[in-house]
């Protein structure tokens, strides 16, 4: 048997699975349009300009444009009226073109999020996140429309990495609305027995060593150590914080909530940052578009 | 100090902190009634004849005559439709002396129970079930308007008990939409580290003997024993089971998920079965009414 530090956990490449995926997409995508003479079309909706908003906003398109869904896109000046918004938004709903709406956030802050976010209708609502859908998420027995596409994206690198859930014990790490609590959700759906950790956790890292699986969504740069992962156990890596790094032209590099040199002397599987979840996200967003493209024209 | 056999955990009175709630709740309903001239009103639907459903609807309305909430009683037989229930609904939903809608359950066969309660209005959904209101209470930064009755019952005796939540390592067992899943929810909201243990949880004992807090909610008959439960550990008993007892005129009593003698031995406080969480579940029925009221009169 190899030593414990010639170990080295297999890298999950979410790059590579993510790729996959959209490849899958376009093929559906050629057959909807083949069958309806009709393409998914996904509004993504950005107001102002901030840069980080801007370029996630034109990843999403881009990534639209490359398996062949629609981009409706539409750009709405930072002055723009909480009513502007919401009317657009209503526009939104009614046009037959566009299957799926993303409000890129954060808004400005003259701007109430939750109520531009709750007039999205429900059945264009990908990014899931409207309490109608995360209650059906929560519930046995009922299955909300669509999935929030980070938790969504961290359960098929699982299920894509062949990692069983069923029975196994896993940790979320964080509790936030868009990661923490949905991926919890999905895991109990998938019959794991979840544990949820957070900052008034005492001693976390006692409860993360028992965990099969760690899905880490706390937003702390590298605060999962080597020492807190249980030999084996599988690794997904939510987290992506800048960090100085005067070796960078940029000044700064990403990384994950886990420390992943040392995480990789450990762990049966991990996903790096970047290249892990990340591209995941967009994937899952272009499939929900594509799901509920499908539910509209073959209903 | 004491020998573990000598140690006796705290019993919690559930019966006399229910009691404390509807003397609370009577005096509200009595002041409601002096500044509005109005009482609430709650509706307790019952559709059928099945016996166990009418020994609970016949103690819900008299908890409400106790306290001075309208009982208004709608009973439908077994033969009603779908269609007539649902409009029995909508009719409660527009009568403004009602102030909350309590279906209870089961339904017959024939009707569809997710139908029939998705049709309660939200402001009158009393028991909490909605998909909204559950998506609601997953998320932090929303309320729901109700929180569902057994699970509310159970936080209410750990803080009237004096029990700290807070940064405490809670394990629910059972993730029923009525209660495990809900309270955890509920635990979450009030910082606990939570873990959710069911029926595919391997070794559910470990999990369980970790737990500062355990509320008991999987419908199996003394299933936790008391060399499963941490010294000090405060136990909610959510279970009800009926066993065979010979000693007894109708040839069963009722017993808890835990075991009560063991668990003495060894918790720092439970609840007993029946007269610790039971009589919770009806309080905080007429708590929800009492405050779908407030809310309708002083809006």
Not at 77 to 94: F, G, M, Y
Not at 146 to 155: A, Q, S, Y
Not at 234 to 254: E, H, M, P, Q, W
Request: with cysteine; aromatic share 2%.
């Amino acid at each position: 048997m190899a030593s414990p530090s010639d170990h080295k956990a297999t890298i999950i490449d979410g790059k590579a699975v993510a790729q996959t995926i959209r490849n899958e997409i376009a093929a559906e995508v050629h057959l909807l349009s083949q069958k309806y003479g009709k393409v998914p079309g996904l509004a993504v909706v950005i107001v102002g300009n901030r840069k980080d908003s801007q370029s996630y906003v034109s990843m999403k398109r881009k990534a639209c444009a490359e398996v062949g869904i629609k981009s409706v896109d539409i750009d709405l000046p930072e002055q723009v009226s909480e009513a502007e918004v919401v009317c657009k938004v209503h526009e939104l709903n009614a046009n037959p073109d566009v299957h799926g709406i993303l409000v890129q956030l954060p808004l400005p802050k003259h701007i109430n999020e939750e109520r531009v976010l709750t007039e999205i209708s429900i059945e264009k609502d990908v990014d899931g996140f409207h309490p109608l859908n995360i209650g059906k998420l929560a519930m046995k027995g009922r299955e909300p429309l669509f999935l929030p596409c980070t938790p969504k994206g961290c359960i098929e690198l699982l299920s894509r990495s062949g990692v069983a859930i069923k029975g196994k014990k896993a940790v979320v790490v964080g509790r936030s609305n868009i990661v923490g609590l949905p991926v919890s959700l999905l895991l109990l759906k998938a019959d794991a027995t979840v544990t949820i950790v957070h900052s008034h956790s005492h001693d976390p890292e006692s409860t993360i060593r028992e965990a099969d699986i760690i899905i880490a969504a706390a937003g702390q740069a590298m605060m999962i150590k080597g020492s807190w992962i249980k030999p084996g156990a599988a690794v997904i890596d939510v987290g992506t914080n800048a960090i100085d790094d005067k070796s960078k032209k940029s000044g700064y590099r990403l990384v994950g909530d886990v420390d992943f040199h040392e995480a990789c002397k450990v762990a049966g599987c991990i996903t790096p940052v970047p290249g892990g979840v990340g591209p995941m996200t967009v994937a899952m967003l272009l499939k929900n578009t594509l799901d509920g493209a499908k539910r509209t024209l073959e209903s």
